[in-house]
Structure formats: C-alpha cells, structure tokens
C-alpha cells in the first residue's frame, strides 16, 4: 500500500481526529473512505457531464431528434 503525507488545516485535523475517536477508526481509514467516496462522486460527476454533452450534440441534429419522435411514437398506444 502506498502512503500519502498530507497537510491539513488545524480545524480539520480537530474534526478528523473527533471523528475517528467518536467512531472508533483511525484517521488513515477516515481520510482513506473519504478519498475514495470524493473520487468516485468524480468520476460519476465525469460521466454524466460527457453523457450530457453528447445527449445536447445528438440531439443538435434533426435527424436523431425526428428519429427519437418516430421511437416516442410507437409507444404512445401502450399507455
């Protein structure tokens, strides 16, 4: 495993420290969940800003967009 040295402002350090003694984990598995959870909201936040931009540039053609209508269309009668 890898290690990281980090420099924390001294409120953050007191609230870090308030935690793990409050939950009974050490500071390392705190700040370790609290990584993983920033990087993973990331990469999801990523994700749907691509899928967004595509979605806008896709239907920027009138061509998907009649396409869309046309599958839209078929459904109507099932409601």
């Known amino acids: 495993m890898a290690t990281?040295?980090?420099r924390l402002p001294n409120d953050l350090d007191r609230?870090?420290?308030?935690?793990a003694v409050q939950t009974h984990?050490?500071?390392s598995e705190l700040a370790r969940a609290?990584?993983?959870?920033?990087?993973?909201?990331?990469e999801r936040?990523?994700?749907?800003?691509?899928?967004v931009a595509e979605a806008k540039?896709?239907?920027?053609?009138?061509?998907?967009?009649?396409?869309a209508r046309e599958?839209?269309?078929?459904f109507l009668p099932l409601e």
């Open 25 to 27: 984990q050490n500071r």
């Open 34 to 42: 609290a990584l993983e959870k920033f990087l993973r909201e990331l």
């Open 45 to 51: 936040k990523q994700l749907m800003d691509t899928l």
């Open 57 to 67: 540039a896709a239907y920027a053609d009138e061509a998907v967009c009649q396409h």
């Open 71 to 74: 599958i839209a269309e078929e």
């Open 4 to 6: 990281l040295t980090l």
């Open 15 to 19: 609230k870090l420290t308030a935690l």
